[in-house]
T-cell receptor, first 113, second 111 residues
Framework: NAGVTQTPKFQVLKTGQSMTLQCAQD?????MSWYRQDPGMGLRLIHY?????ITDQGEVPNGYNVSRSTTEDFPLRLLSAAPSQTSVYFC???WGRGGQPQHFGDGTRLSIL | TQLLEQSPQFLSIQEGENLTVYCNSS?????LQWYRQEPGEGPVLLVT?????EVKKLKRLTFQFGDARKDSSLHITAAQPGDTGLYLC???????????FGQGTELSVKP
């Protein structure tokens, strides 16, 4: 089983550029989420989705957009990259509608110059 | 507040030593999850504790949920270099659907 797959693994952007981080899961999980991880700050929730067509904001949603057109995919869009968005981004999924143990991808390491 | 405070933030010990990591909140939570993250990978669930006073064991790891359900601890006996990693606790937020993580404890076990 692939589990949760994130692409790309590494990316360098210039300030102002836009890009989409891809996330796909093959476990038919209803719940998917995006986190960013910065040193000493644990994981902070950006956006989450409890099913296709339903998304909601987490703790740090500004500068990011999401959509959920299928159960499997949950892309994260950076509209206009800023250096403060340099981070490691993790996608996760779980059964149920939130609060269940999360299955994480291996992360996307993003640098904004 | 829904914040989770983990301590210590960093821990460097020698192989064979014992250690305890703490996860505390000022509010009651219904359950708590512990994860371990190795460099370059995503976090992996170790255990979920749901009942006040509950103790769960996973080989050399012992997890405890406080009686008042405001705190939890992870105790590792005879630590090994393979235990090195970032240990994270997480709880369900009061508004539902959101899992809130502590800032993590970075453990280094030297041979």
């Amino acid at each position: 089983n692939a589990g949760v797959t994130q692409t790309p693994k590494f990316q360098v952007l210039k300030t102002g550029q836009s890009m989409t981080l891809q996330c796909a899961q093959d476990m038919n999980h209803e719940y998917m989420s995006w986190y960013r991880q910065d040193p000493g700050m644990g994981l902070r929730l950006i956006h989450y989705s409890v099913g296709a067509g339903i998304t909601d904001q987490g703790e740090v949603p500004n500068g990011y957009n999401v959509s959920r057109s299928t159960t499997e995919d949950f892309p994260l869009r950076l509209l206009s990259a800023a250096p403060s968005q340099t981070s490691v981004y993790f996608c996760a999924s779980s059964w149920g509608r939130g609060g269940q143990p999360q299955h994480f991808g291996d992360g996307t390491r993003l640098s904004i110059l | 507040t829904q914040l989770l405070e983990q301590s210590p933030q960093f821990l460097s010990i020698q192989e064979g030593e014992n250690l305890t990591v703490y996860c505390n909140s000022s509010s009651v939570f219904s359950s708590l999850q512990w994860y371990r993250q190795e460099p370059g990978e995503g976090p992996v669930l170790l255990v979920t504790v749901v009942t006040g006073g509950e103790v769960k064991k996973l080989k050399r790891l012992t997890f405890q949920f406080g009686d008042a359900r405001k705190d939890s601890s992870l105790h590792i006996t005879a630590a090994q270099p393979g235990d090195t990693g970032l240990y994270l606790c997480a709880r369900l937020g009061n508004q539902g659907g959101k899992l809130i993580f502590g800032q993590g404890t970075e453990l280094s076990v030297k041979p």
